[in-house]
């Protein structure tokens, strides 16, 4: 079964508006890492936060994990027509070894 | 210097050939993945390797195969092609289970 789920599948907003997207997930983590992917392309790292951190900012990005609850969500703020892409949680098991994602959420910010 | 590249990009066969995609990492990278990407967007890992180890995912087929000639590169070979297979896979690496993946741009699989 998959490791994260996010929530919601999609989301449509106007250039401007913040974008909020949500993942929970069923195992304890290692770390929990945000992707964006473009349509046709590969995943690209967006940000990582560890188990014991509890909020990490990068730019337009602010990643919040909260581990008792399973989840994190991860916030754009100020969007833009480029932010339209799909975006993935991916969750390291404590071991290391495995990288599993979640379904994604598909963004489209509208100009 | 692309960071993880994939062979072919588009790859188009008829059911019951076997095929191979290539990857090759220059990182240096340790650890590398395969995952196949479904129409609905869902990722899911097939395999994760590194010099240690071979994990193999029990939903996969045994149809599907990883072979590392070295430390740089993940193949994956696939037997007796179904149409199911139809999809598009990523190999991807990473230096340690703290760090962050580099995917290549996929293979887009198309069975007839």
């Known amino acids: 079964s998959q490791q994260g789920e996010e929530d919601p599948q999609a989301l449509s907003i106007q250039e401007g508006e913040n974008a909020t997207m949500n993942c929970s997930y069923k195992?304890?983590?290692?770390?929990l890492q945000w992707y964006r992917q473009n349509s046709g392309r590969g995943l690209v790292h967006l940000i990582l936060?560890?188990?014991?951190?509890r909020e990490k900012h990068s730019g337009r990005l602010r990643v919040t994990l909260d581990t008792s609850k399973k989840s994190s969500s991860l916030l754009i703020t100020a969007s833009r027509a480029a932010d339209t892409a799909s975006y993935f949680c991916a969750t390291t098991n404590n071991a290391g070894n495995m990288l599993t994602f979640g379904g994604g959420t598909r963004l489209m910010v509208k100009p | 210097d692309t960071a993880v590249s994939q062979t072919p990009k588009y790859l188009v066969t008829q059911m019951g050939n076997d095929k191979s995609i290539k990857c090759e990492q220059n990182?240096?990278?340790?650890?590398m993945y395969w995952y196949k990407q479904d129409s609905k967007k869902f990722l899911k890992i097939m395999f994760s390797y590194n010099n240690k180890e071979l994990i193999i995912n029990e939903t996969v087929p045994n149809r599907f195969s990883p072979k590392s000639p070295d430390k740089a590169h993940l193949n994956l070979h696939i037997n007796s092609l179904e149409l199911g297979d139809s999809a598009v896979y990523f190999c991807?690496?990473?230096?340690?289970?703290?760090?962050?993946?580099?995917f290549g741009q996929g293979t887009r699989l198309t069975v007839v």
């Open positions: 936060i560890r188990s014991n951190e």
């Open positions: 195992t304890s983590i290692n770390n």
């Open positions: 991807a690496s990473r230096l340690g289970q703290g760090t962050e993946a580099f």
């Open positions: 990182l240096g990278h340790d650890t």
